[in-house]
């Protein structure tokens, strides 16, 4: 079993919707980030997060240390946010900054 | 503030060949990762550094792979005798430090090996 795990491994959409993906994971974590990728592209930082709740326009991250779980939400939902969603963990210690990754969520949005 | 650059960008090499890949943290960072990611695969985590020092390579292949960050330059990412299974896309991300803000990746260099 992986220390990370995303779920839905694909997701499709229509432009607008709400959409969630989810993230759990096994180990006790410093920091979760979630991560965004486009095909052949580079890798951007959406959110790092060890608590509670963060948005930025039109996404939302939310954790739960408790039950090790952390969902990405995005709000009215447009064809550029097509991408891979990549939820990722840092488990401290002293590799801080170490990130452990998951499978990563291929997100569509159609017009 | 550049941010964090890699070089260069696409990589071809043939097998038996060697593999450079530099990275230059954005400034003020004094921490490196290297990952990697192989088609069709998540990414994996190869070895953290900061100035001088190799913190973490519990993820470097034990053969034809190493690392340095150097007191001056970038960070290079080394594999010698290239195969076709280190056809991938390598990414380096770094970080001011703990209690900061979050890692920034390089766009990466894709590797080809013929």
């Known amino acids: 079993k992986n220390e990370v795990e995303q779920s839905p491994q694909n997701l499709t959409a229509q432009e607008g919707e709400f959409i969630t993906i989810n993230c759990s994971y096994s180990v006790g974590i410093s920091a979760l980030h979630w991560l965004q990728q486009h095909p052949g592209g580079g890798i951007v930082s959406l959110f790092m997060?060890?608590?509670g709740k963060k948005k930025h326009g039109r996404l939302i991250a939310t954790i739960n240390i408790q039950e090790k779980h952390s969902s990405l939400h995005i709000t009215a939902s447009h064809p550029r946010d097509s991408a891979v969603y990549i939820c990722a963990v840092d488990a401290g210690g002293t590799s801080y900054g170490k990130l452990t990754f998951g499978q990563g969520t291929i997100l569509t949005v159609h017009p | 503030n550049a941010g964090v650059m890699q070089n260069p960008r696409h990589l071809v090499r043939r097998r038996g060949q060697e593999a450079r890949l530099r990275c230059s943290p954005m400034k003020g960072h004094s921490h490196v990762y290297w990952y990697r990611q192989l088609p069709e695969e998540g990414l994996k985590f190869m070895v953290y550094l900061q100035k001088e020092n190799i913190i973490d390579e519990s993820g470097m292949p034990k053969e034809r792979f190493s690392a340095e960050f150097p007191k001056e330059g970038p960070s290079i990412l080394r594999i010698q005798q290239v195969v076709r299974g280190d056809s991938a896309a390598y990414f380096c991300a770094s970080w001011q430090g703990q209690g900061t803000d979050t890692q920034y990746f390089g766009p990466g260099t894709r590797l080809t090996v013929l």
């Open positions: 997060l060890s608590s």
